[in-house]
């Protein structure tokens, strides 16, 4: 979805324009891996000097999650916690103001405090027309904030829908 790979079939595309071969849409999409890669001595400030060269960057924004986050732009990245690291990876998401908000395990790390917070700014930019999806293995996590849902396994979606009408089916997995 991200654009990252190139589809083995068929294609994704997001306001009509294909994610994988069109550079611009892919600046409109955040995604936030269970994984994040920042090179060696990085710092907060070191790492948002790529990230307003390679996107629309939303400078306010930036300053407004950095004091959400409660982190420091001379923060080492490689030294944080995990927790830590994961705040860092959805400041500069969230920076970017994307269209299309991609979170793998997105809660992966964070304190309870935080998930709260998180989950009331997720909540107003969908009401201002972002897009998020949210991929985790805790299901239970998402109850409370996700409208649909879909099962994915070895590749293929197994179930879908609407998440208020199908609470017993998701308990279930």
Known sequence: IAGVYEPDCGSVSLNEKDTYRDESIRKKIAFVSDEQYYHIGAT???ASEM????????????RRYLKMFDLKEDFSILNLSKGNKRRVALLFALS???DLLLLDEAYDG????????????LAQLVEEGMTVIISSHNLKELEDI???????????I???GDLGES????NRY
Do not use: T, W
Request: hydrophobic share 35%; with cysteine.
């Open 96 to 98: 970017v103001k994307p």
């Open 51 to 62: 990230y307003r060269m390679m996107y629309d960057f939303d400078e306010e924004a930036y």
């Open 167 to 170: 609470k017993e089916l998701i």
């Open 146 to 156: 996700c409208d649909s849902f879909g099962i994915l396994e070895n590749g293929k």
């Open 110 to 121: 964070l304190e309870p405090l935080v998930r709260l917070r998180f989950n009331q700014e």
């Open 158 to 160: 197994m179930d879908h």
């Open 44 to 46: 907060i400030k070191s």
